[in-house]
């Protein structure tokens, strides 16, 4: 819900209401994400929504409009960590994509962090996803937004 809703109503409904507000969003069928099993066993999670519904990202100074395509947005990514360093992030990636454009997406739009051989990044902040994982899925760079996150697009 943290791209949803203006930070301060995010904080006001963190933890269960959040967890309402978001249990509502899937009831409506709002697109929210795809999710990657290994038999019945949930193991990743992509978010990917059109970015109008995203209101802190259309707030968002950093992560500004590039221009007027209706664009929809991958804002966070999950996997496990024993499945992780296996390709799956391009997977749910790619995934999450084609799910978007059946929907009838024009183009996705991607906010990683640039990741650097000699620096590990904490797995809390790399639920943005990171660039390479954006690069094998066919994304291509438009736009560096700070010193560690770019804006990438596909379509």
């Known amino acids: 819900m943290t791209w949803r809703l203006v930070s ?3 904080e006001k409904s963190k933890g269960d209401r959040n967890r309402e507000l978001l249990y509502q969003l899937a009831k409506n069928k709002e697109p929210l994400g795809v999710i990657a099993f290994e038999d019945r066993n949930p193991i990743g999670w992509c978010s990917i929504s ?5 209101i802190r990202l259309e707030n968002s100074r950093l992560f500004k409009r590039i221009d007027d395509t209706p664009v929809w947005s991958i804002t966070c990514m999950f996997i496990k960590k024993e499945y992780r360093k296996k390709g799956i992030s391009s997977l749910l990636i790619k995934e999450a994509s084609l ?3 059946l929907k009838g997406a024009k183009a996705i739009e991607a906010y990683p962090l640039i990741s650097t051989k000699n620096k590990m990044i ?6 943005y996803g990171l660039v390479n994982a954006f690069k094998k899925a066919g994304f291509k760079k438009i736009k560096k937004a700070s010193e560690n996150r770019l804006i990438m697009r596909l379509g």
């Open 8 to 10: 301060k109503e995010y």
């Open 50 to 54: 059109p970015r109008e519904k995203l």
């Open 99 to 101: 799910y978007a454009f």
């Open 122 to 127: 904490p797995d809390v902040f790399a639920y």
